[in-house]
């Protein structure tokens, strides 16, 4: 009877572990192959590639901006002078050219999606002719979607953000900007400052002094403090430029640069050579929303916005800060 008892015991044990077993197996990951079954495929919306598009356009709530792409590069479908940022353009085109959705919506309402007024408008046409047109509309509540409508096939698809931001860039950033000259303190001669047409200081190298940075100022000529001096000329080599905000201007009056503001000239060496060159700064009014610089640089015709930190940064000098200073030394000390 002990025997059974035992027997009966043991049995019952081992079925507990194999039904635990059993439940617990419903927890552990399941192999898959190379993708997860749970996971959806995503959805081809564009046909195409890239190397297929001939010309784009898109229309954003700021702007409209068409490229024709040739082997020669990317022109401007209404100004052939347009310098094109090829990285960005290419961006575009890369994003363009591998449309794919997460799914495809069982419905044809445009307006549910708001794609009876897009948010963005895509329309592209390929090497052989074919013009295919996409609208991007409302963004998906809780997801970082948007519905996207392939117009020729009258189909909805929720798509990522990343066609959004790549066309509702800001217009500036599709523009090529001019070679930024950058110069290090080292290489400086001088650096004199002028405002309203008048010099408000003027800083300059003098081997043969005792201090050699020297500061004209309206007060009268003063020895610099090299550190001081070298740090406050350093941000020649590290300022910014915000925007573009034109690339062929003829009225420089709209943006107070026909009578700068102030006007920074930089005269300069570049190593192994004893060629002195120049840079140019010219600053005009501030916009009173943003307070952002207007900036010309080296009399070119592009017109840039420079923040209010960098404009300072290479236009205010300060002279008491730049002067060196004798050290009080008491003759006696208690």
Not at 199 to 207: D, S, V
């Amino acid at each position: 009877m002990k025997k059974k008892t035992k027997k009966l015991l043991l049995l019952a044990a081992i079925l507990v572990l194999l039904i635990g077993g059993y439940f617990a197996l419903d927890f552990l990951p399941k192999e898959t192959g190379e993708e997860e079954n749970s996971l959806e495929e995503a959805v081809e919306v564009a046909e195409f590639s890239a190397e297929d598009i001939a010309f784009y356009c898109y229309k954003n709530p700021e702007y409209e901006m068409g490229f024709y792409c040739t082997e020669e590069g990317y022109v401007h479908y209404k100004d052939e002078s347009f310098p094109a940022n090829e990285e960005v353009l290419e961006a575009q085109l890369e994003v363009i050219g591998n449309l794919v959705a997460s799914q495809k919506i069982d419905s044809t309402d445009k307006a549910e999606y708001g794609l009876d007024s897009p948010e963005l408008t895509v329309a592209v046409t390929l090497k052989d002719g074919t013009e295919r047109t996409f609208f991007l509309g409302d963004k998906a509540l809780f997801e970082e979607e948007y519905y996207l409508l392939d117009v020729e096939n009258n189909a909805i698809y929720l798509t990522d953000t990343e066609l959004y931001e790549q066309l509702n860039c800001s217009w500036s950033s599709l523009v090529q900007q001019e070679d930024k000259v950058l110069v290090s303190s080292e290489q400086i001669i001088d650096v004199m400052v002028e405002t309203a047409g008048v010099q408000t200081m003027h800083i300059f190298y003098e081997e043969a002094k005792e201090h050699p940075w020297q500061l004209i100022t309206p007060e009268g000529i003063f020895d610099g403090d090299s550190d001081a001096v070298l740090e406050a000329i350093s941000g020649f080599n590290s300022y910014s430029l915000l925007s573009t905000l034109e690339y062929n201007c003829d009225d420089f009056t709209t943006y107070g640069l026909e009578e700068p503001v102030t006007t920074v000239t930089v005269h300069y060496t570049e190593e192994e050579s004893t060629d002195v060159k120049t840079l140019l700064f010219e600053f005009g009014s501030v916009d009173p929303e943003t307070d952002v610089s207007y900036v010309r640089v080296n009399g070119s015709s592009y017109v840039y916005g420079m923040s209010e930190y960098y404009a300072e940064k290479i236009s205010v000098f300060d002279a008491e800060e730049l002067k060196y200073v004798t050290e009080d030394i008491s003759e006696e000390e208690e």
